[in-house]
């Protein structure tokens, strides 16, 4: 199915991973454990929540689970947003988000061992602190939904959600490829729509439970569609990146031309735009508000090292990527885009710590270098485990699905009159 | 004309047009006309064919830079008119904010970006093109009515440098087109 230069890349890469995985999770766990005996932070009458090796060995873990939590979810919605609407650009990494869609089983083994901990043992989210949450009205009032249990039982019913229709579509991918029935290209096509919108209002809970409860006293309607956005910017230039290695054999050779290049830098490009808007959009309303239940969440983020963080995102996560994004040569290189696509993938790690880590007591004001460098190693190693179960499903089908006719017309129609 | 008591019946030629049956020959065509060191020539068809632009030797043109500095210009006039509004003229203080609130520009600034973007990008287009412009020669072209169904065809124009009314005739023959027609002016 896969050509033998393919094969060994994916075999070299994988190899590869394996050694991330080991090395950054040990990383992880040795400093954490260290960084927490010896820098932890004691419970105040102020500050009642407690920095200890726990919460060390917490906080980046779940930082690097909420990173690469998207590369599943956000897959999937990729796919469906593929039978929704179709095109020529989403038909060549068709395959790579299908396997990406795959590993959801895998985020929702290590959330149960990362995330469900977290709540029950430790004091990561806040309203899990009784002193905490006496200190704090607002977050008493919000108990019905932030409370271990309903965490709990949201958390298995957002996998529900996603590992339903990871089962669907690629059950029904796999039998259109055995069998070329083409109903089931009309229930693939039905689906998307309903999937597509229940995933909007998944994530959007799962972003307030998994990381806006972070910081508990605050809320933001608008944060849901951040997680998406940052998501597709993620799992866009992870395509973009398997695709670069991939495309020089049969069969995506065939069928990858400058367009194709041209539309996933476009489909970056707006995903850029789109993020800046949803993350400008939510300081605006609230630096004008300037209510104390919501100005809170950008105190924290305030102070000398975390202020040049801002500014940096604000020019290198939308300025720079969306001045290199708009100029067309920079799309249309598969060279130049793949550089394009490295920096925006592993830029999005700055973003998730300043949306995550200044919300821990010993996040505010300043960055925090050790959990910095935490999140980092942390991100490598899960990343690591995940390329290679990625790998392992890329490797299981065609790289292209087989009896799809849409497919064949859409690449007909985008790439008309090519020689 | 006729008041100068000059006569001229044989009208002025625009170009040869030849007519192809599909787009792989049109695009075929185009090449070979810009191998053979056609520069002024364009071709129609009823849909876009990809890298026929590129086989004309269709160059990138001045919007992109235009529809910049248009932006450009509306972003700093969004935040100017607000400035000069809430800063200079009527300065008010509204919850203790200072006076250049500059998140409570951008809005405004992002608005007049893109107004003014998307009226360099129209207008720009618009103005290189020549348009608007009610008639043009190549709809005297035999038949070119069918660039709008199903018909492929390349112009090659009297003002090219090697222009030629025989040798042309000749290189557009041997392209195999369904037919070559003079288009009068």
Not at chain 2, 111 to 136: V, Y
Request: charged share 15%; hydrophobic share 50%.
């Amino acid at each position: 199915m896969l050509s033998d230069t393919q094969m060994s890349w994916i075999s070299k890469t994988q190899s590869k991973a394996r050694m991330y995985a080991v090395a950054g999770l040990l990383v992880t766990l040795v400093v954490a454990i260290i960084a927490g005996a010896f820098f932890g932070l004691a419970p105040t009458d102020d500050q009642p929540l407690a920095v200890g090796v726990k919460e060390k060995i917490f906080q980046p873990l779940m930082v690097a689970w909420l990173f690469w939590l998207g590369m599943g979810i956000c897959s999937l919605a990729v796919v469906m947003l593929h039978h929704l609407c179709g095109g020529a650009w989403s038909y060549t990494i068709q395959r790579f988000v299908e396997a990406g869609s795959r590993t959801i089983p895998f985020f929702f083994i290590t959330g149960i061992v990362i995330m469900l901990p977290a709540v029950y043992f430790t004091d990561i989210y806040p309203w899990t602190n009784e002193a905490y949450v006496h200190q704090y009205h607002i977050v008493a009032e919000k108990a019905a939904f932030l409370n271990p249990s309903t965490y709990t039982i949201a958390y298995f019913i957002y996998f529900t959600i996603w590992m339903l229709f990871m089962w669907l579509y690629n059950g029904w991918s796999k039998r259109l490829d055995e069998t070329a029935d083409d109903r089931i290209i009309g229930k693939m096509k039905f689906w998307a729509g309903p999937g597509l919108v229940l995933y909007v209002l998944s994530v959007t809970m799962a972003a307030t439970h998994f990381a806006m409860s972070l910081e508990p006293v605050w809320f933001s309607t608008i944060y849901g569609a951040w997680l998406i956005s940052s998501y597709a910017l993620s799992v866009v230039s992870f395509s973009v990146i398997v695709l670069s290695y991939l495309m020089n054999e049969s069969p995506i050779k065939e069928k990858v031309t400058t367009r194709t290049f041209h539309h996933l830098g476009n489909f970056l490009l707006g995903f850029t735009i789109f993020w800046s808007y949803v993350s400008f959009s939510q300081f605006l309303l609230i630096w004008n508000a300037n209510l104390p239940e919501e100005i809170g969440f950008y105190l924290h983020r305030e102070g000398s090292s975390l202020t040049v963080m801002t500014v940096f995102l604000c020019a290198f996560h939308w300025f720079v990527p969306m001045m290199i994004l708009l100029i067309r040569k920079n799309k249309t290189s598969i060279v130049t885009l793949r550089k394009i696509a490295y920096y925006v993938f592993f830029v999005r790690i700055l973003d998730l710590y300043w949306n995550t880590v200044p919300s821990f007591p010993d996040g505010h004001y300043a960055v925090n270098w050790t959990t910095l460098f935490l999140v980092i190693t942390a991100i490598l190693g899960l990343g690591g485990v995940w390329v290679f179960l990625f790998l392992n499903e890329l490797k299981k089908r065609p790289l292209l699905p087989v009896n799809d006719p849409r497919g064949e017309l859409m690449f007909l129609k985008d790439a008309h009159g090519h020689a | 004309m006729s008041d100068h008591g000059h006569h001229d019946d044989t009208p002025k030629t625009y170009g040869l047009i030849a007519e192809f049956d599909t787009p792989d020959e049109l695009l075929h065509a185009a090449e070979s006309a810009y191998k053979a060191g056609y520069r002024t020539m364009d071709a129609y068809s009823p849909f876009p064919i990809h890298g026929l632009s590129e086989a004309i030797g269709f160059k990138k043109t001045a919007v992109s830079l235009i529809t910049l500095l248009a932006g450009l210009t509306g972003a700093a006039t969004g935040f100017g008119m607000q400035y000069i509004a809430m800063v200079l003229h009527y300065p008010y203080d509204i919850g203790g904010k200072p006076f250049l609130s500059w998140p409570s520009f951008m809005p405004i600034t992002f608005e007049l970006t893109i107004l003014f973007g998307a009226f360099g990008a129209f207008l720009s287009m618009f103005a290189l093109n020549g348009l608007p412009r009610p008639n043009h020669p190549i709809f005297n072209a035999k038949r070119f009515e069918r660039a709008s169904s199903d018909g492929f065809f390349l112009c090659i124009e009297a003002e090219d440098g090697q222009f030629d009314m025989d040798k042309t005739r000749a290189f557009l023959e041997a392209q195999k087109p369904v037919e070559v027609s003079e288009v009068h002016a």
